[in-house]
């Protein structure tokens, strides 16, 4: 492979073999991950036949992302097969994903300033500068965590959240970067006249009853929500009965007419809770498609069929 009568090279052989420049072959040398054989009697690094392949190895690794460290862990390994190159590949590839979401995200509220009318790009440059990227739902999760019972268990709580706070898209379109801006602001603004505003339903069934309730509300949502798809308008039925279900568990009282007319009038309608989901809705529904219904549409599906139930029993 060398030219030389004991095998070795020097650097400068090594650097032009392995199709890198000289400061390389010395800057891996420094840090103990290409060896030197021997040195001249000049004081000049002489390298093995060995090195030609580490160093393309090196060269290879660091074209992937690696960093130093990670490069020296596999070098370390005996066969450079095993686990230390798999884990920092798939490493690697994990910090490459995420990149490339920041970059999408920036890309499409780029489009998003573009695109505005000029007189209304103050504020979208306001709305999208105060969102990371790639986005965090870190203050949706605040905003409901004030929401909620303070002593609801974890479990249920984690579970709420699971439904209640959107994935950012990670390919999204301008429509959606806006959406989710404003869901944000929205998050982070502060809330007229207390800083935890509770329903009257959580006041009511506390915290352990909050739990009870969420679970049966997630079942009623998912049932209003195969009848949404559908276009089906609200009426009493299964999912109405569920409903309920949630409300009188969580309560530990009887369905009756009686109790049905009291919850109508007990779910009052909240603007900011409901614009909060019609914002949900824009960011996990891609423009021209038909929206998902999420679980703020299926409790207005729902209330909707409740005072329409309460009404005619009053009648």
């Not at 009568?5 to 392995?18: F, S, T, V, W």
């Not at 999208?128 to 929401?147: I, K, Q």
């Not at 891609?286 to 549409?297: D, F, H, I, N």
Request: aromatic share 6%.
């Amino acid at each position: 492979m060398f030219m030389s009568h004991d095998g070795l090279c020097g650097i400068g052989e090594l650097a032009e073999q392995a199709g890198v420049t000289v400061k390389t072959v010395r800057f891996y040398s420094d840090r103990g991950l290409l060896p030197e054989a021997s040195r001249s009697a000049g004081g000049h690094r002489r390298y093995g036949p060995e090195a030609l392949g580490r160093l393309r190895l090196i060269r290879s690794l660091r074209a992937l992302g690696l960093a130093v460290p990670e490069v020296r862990r596999v070098l370390d390994e005996e066969d450079g097969a095993g686990g230390v190159l798999e884990d920092a590949v798939a490493g690697r590839l994990r910090e490459v994903g995420s990149e490339l979401r920041a970059l999408r995200w920036r890309e499409a509220a780029l489009r998003l300033v573009q695109e505005c009318p000029p007189g209304e790009r103050a504020d979208r440059l306001r709305l999208v500068g105060a969102v990371a990227s790639p986005p965090s739902t870190a203050p949706l999760v605040r905003f409901w965590r004030g929401w909620l019972p303070p002593r609801m268990p974890a479990r249920a709580t984690t579970a709420f959240l699971e439904v209640a706070v959107p994935r950012p898209p990670d390919d999204p379109a301008p429509a959606q970067v806006l959406a989710f801006a404003r869901l944000n602001a929205l998050t982070l603004a502060p809330c007229p006249g207390t800083a935890q505003p509770q329903p009257a339903a959580h006041r009511a069934a506390g915290a352990r009853g909050a739990s009870v309730l969420y679970a049966g509300l997630a079942e009623a949502y998912e049932l209003a929500g195969v009848r949404m798809r559908r276009g089906v308008d609200p009426h009493a039925g299964e999912a109405l009965d569920c409903f309920v279900s949630a409300y009188t568990g969580a309560y530990g009282v009887r369905d009756t007419p009686d109790f049905r007319r009291v919850l109508a009038r007990r779910l009052a309608d909240d603007p900011r809770i409901d614009r909060y989901w019609e914002l949900v809705a824009e960011v996990v529904t891609r423009p021209g498609a038909r929206p998902e219904p999420t679980p703020g549409a299926a409790h207005d599906w729902l209330f909707a069929a409740l005072r329409a139930q309460s009404a005619a029993t009053a009648a």
